[in-house]
């Protein structure tokens, strides 16, 4: 299998050149006029803030734009900008040395700053308003949530351009595009479903897209069950994905402030996944395993002690922790599944109801816990069961088990 399939379509059809980059129309003309501002040696600022929700292009015009300018581009991620020596060791160099032979310019990029600072780091916000205010070249940063009172004084430091969500149009047309370029025939109703369901996130649709056409050269109208049970798993599937993808724990950590978080889900999900995400580096699903387990280990701990406090280092573990495993291959694509073990659950749920129903009134009966019930007395009565059928029958009936339930026990 050509590992050409993983490439994500997302990354794979970037825009290259800013007329690439669908929507906001306004947003572009400012960032534009800001940039062209710095060509002629008076930029009205030295930063600009690009905000507003996911995979709506903030990044992407950056890198059209030093594409089209030429400029080299230097992104700094968000792990180098956590501590003062970090970017004064890393970045200054950068923003202060001329640009590489074949560059006319360069452009410093510092992506996502809202998911960066947690209380621990430090003066690494000192550090980059001191990065805009020495550095000789434009410095973008990009942010969901500019609001943040983290960001206050980084706020004053930049010009506020505001990116919003693509509208259903333009989503559209770019699924169009990568349809046509992949050679995947799709129905227009196709498109105009997935573009509802992305909600004004490119990077969503595009993403949906990829995952109906996997396999498929024609998508017709059938095919968007797949989002249908999506949509129903939407949620878990975004969060396994942030998990699994986080460039820093703090990222992966962000999923347990989610109100609507199942914990224990989560835990199946990602042991579904991390093999699926990891390959090949058996190291990185080592790693994460052994992160996963000593969660579920915490989780049944404070369940069976009922320890709550134990419950935040569980959630550290399944995420920051998973996210931690050393040697993680790049992203690819993937196709998440769900849980095969929460799928066998459910498929024998009333054969499970009706075993636990039975025992529970067989050990009434009998003055027992249940699980003293299923330890010492079903192997015993199975016993019976495999020579004589009857006689367990009888057993059985006595303890108030009828004939149809009596198969249960003796099966399960
Ligand atoms: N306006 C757009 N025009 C064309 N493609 C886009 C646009 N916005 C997003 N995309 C697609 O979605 C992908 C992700 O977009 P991008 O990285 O620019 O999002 P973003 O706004 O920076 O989001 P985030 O806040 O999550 O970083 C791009 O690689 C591209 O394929």
Request: glycine share 4%; proline share 4%.
């Amino acid at each position: 299998m050509s590992s050409a399939r993983f490439i994500p379509w997302a990354e794979k059809y970037r825009p290259r050149r800013i007329q690439d980059v669908v929507g906001n129309e306004e947003a572009k003309k400012e960032y534009v006029a800001w940039l062209n501002s710095w060509i002629r040696g008076k930029p009205s600022h030295k930063a600009v803030l690009l905000y507003g929700p996911p995979g709506c292009g903030k990044t992407s015009i950056v890198y059209a734009t030093a594409s089209e300018y030429n400029w080299e581009l230097i992104e700094i991620n968000a792990s180098d900008v956590r501590s003062r020596e970090a970017i004064q060791s890393r970045v200054f160099p950068a923003i202060q040395t001329g640009s590489i032979y074949g560059y006319s310019g360069k452009i410093i990029l510092i992506d996502e700053v809202d998911g960066v600072w947690t209380r621990e780091d430090v003066g690494g916000m000192d550090a980059i308003i001191e990065l805009i205010s020495k550095s000789r070249y434009p410095v973008v940063l990009t942010a969901n949530d500019p609001w943040d009172p983290k960001l206050k004084d980084l706020r004053e430091a930049c010009k506020l351009i505001e990116f919003k969500k693509i509208g259903k149009r333009d989503v559209i047309r770019v699924l169009e595009d990568i349809c046509s370029r992949e050679g995947v025939h799709c129905d227009r109703d196709v498109l105009s479903a997935i573009a509802d369901n992305a909600k004004g996130d490119l990077r969503a649709a595009i993403n949906d897209l990829q995952t109906i056409a996997m396999g498929r050269k024609t998508i017709s109208l059938a095919d968007l069950q797949i989002l249908g049970e999506r949509a129903e798993q939407e949620n878990m599937f975004e969060v396994v994905r942030t998990v699994l993808t986080a460039k820093t724990p703090e990222q992966a950590l962000s999923v347990t402030r989610l109100p609507s978080l199942d914990y224990e889900m989560l835990i199946q999900w990602l042991s579904e996944n991390i093999v699926a995400q990891y390959t090949p580096s058996y190291r990185a699903i080592a790693d994460a395993y052994d992160a996963l387990s000593m969660a579920d280990i915490y989780l049944s701990r404070m369940k069976r002690e009922q320890i709550w406090a134990l419950l935040p280092y569980a959630l550290e573990l399944m995420t920051a922790g998973v996210a931690s495993a050393r040697e993680r291959p790049p992203f690819k694509f993937v196709k998440y599944s769900f849980p095969e073990k929460l799928r066998i659950l459910s498929r024998i749920k009333t054969k499970r109801e009706k075993f636990v129903e039975a025992t529970r009134n067989a050990a009434r009966l009998l003055h027992v816990s249940t699980s003293t019930f299923r330890t010492e007395f079903l192997p015993y009565i199975r016993l019976i069961n495999s020579y004589n059928p009857e006689q367990a029958r009888r057993i059985l009936a006595s303890l108030g088990i009828n004939e149809e339930t009596a198969k249960y026990i003796l099966e399960t």
